[in-house]
């Protein structure tokens, strides 16, 4: 059974930072492709960024060079780390895994990734 469990997410004040971490379990972790999309209130699943086996990363335009993302084989974990946070950042986060060791070329679209955590709440207050 593939699972992916979110975690780190929170309230913080505009300018502040949030990490999130995703674990996954029960596939070979270290081979799939790994993303980060949110999904604010009212708004459609918006992809944030991705990360190849070999560490390639890719972000969406809005979050350049303010997130970064991560991943560790070791501990099958994937990070978002989230600087400068804008009160437009809030949303419910969630990890993904595409069954892919290179990541899609349309790689924002959610239909691309087979697994998905539960999400996690980030809100940020100006």
């Known amino acids: 059974q593939v699972q992916l469990v979110e975690s780190g997410g929170g309230s913080v004040q505009a300018g502040g930072s949030l990490r999130l971490s995703c674990v996954g379990s029960?596939?070979?972790?270290?081979?799939?492709?790994l993303a980060w999309f949110r999904q604010a209130a009212g708004k459609e699943r918006e992809g944030v960024a991705r990360?190849?086996?070999?560490?390639?990363?890719f972000y969406g335009d809005s979050v350049k060079g303010h997130f970064s993302i991560s991943r560790d084989g070791m501990d099958n974990t994937v990070h978002l780390q989230m600087n400068n946070l804008k009160a437009e950042a809030t949303a419910i986060y969630y990890c993904?895994?595409?069954?892919?060791?290179?990541?899609?070329?349309?790689?924002?679209?959610?239909?691309?990734?087979?697994?998905w955590g539960q999400g996690t709440q980030v809100t940020v207050s100006s």
């Open positions: 029960g596939y070979p972790y270290t081979t799939y492709c």
């Open positions: 990360i190849s086996v070999a560490g390639a990363e």
């Open positions: 993904a895994a595409a069954v892919t060791r290179t990541c899609p070329g349309s790689w924002r679209l959610g239909s691309r990734y087979k697994y």
